[in-house]
């Protein structure tokens, strides 16, 4: 069964790191583009960072210098390591895939990915 698995999410202190991760299990191909998301009850989801299967990455704006996408392909595992935490990144994280050819430019759209983890909650208290 193929699915995608996050984990590390929680609770921390304005100013403090959570790394996330997730495992992909079940697929025998690389993905063209794996992404985390992000989304607070009410709003639309957001894309966050996406990394290329070359190991381009792109964030957006709110957490440029802050977060790191990172992975693993020998374990298949994606990674998202968030330093200097603010309450406004208290959301529901997902991870997620694409296998087809996407442009940069739309790599945070979560429209443009069709495989989704659960999720894992992170809360920023200030």
């Known amino acids: 069964q193929v699915q995608l698995v996050e984990s590390g999410g929680g609770s921390v202190q304005a100013g403090g790191s959570l790394r996330l991760s997730c495992v992909t299990d079940g697929y025998t191909s690389r993905p063209y583009y794996m992404g985390w998301f992000r989304q607070v009850p009410g709003k639309e989801r957001e894309g966050v960072a996406s990394m290329r299967g070359d190991g381009m990455a792109t964030y957006v704006d709110s957490v440029k210098g802050r977060f790191t996408i990172s992975q693993d392909n020998a374990k298949n595992i994606l990674y998202l390591q968030m330093n200097s935490l603010r309450p406004e990144d208290t959301a529901m994280y997902y991870c997620?895939?694409?296998?087809?050819?996407?442009?940069?430019?739309?790599?945070?759209?979560?429209?443009?990915?069709?495989?989704w983890g659960q999720g894992t909650q992170v809360t920023v208290s200030s």
């Open positions: 997620a895939r694409r296998d087809g050819f996407l442009g940069r430019d739309y790599s945070l759209s979560p429209s443009k990915y069709g495989i």
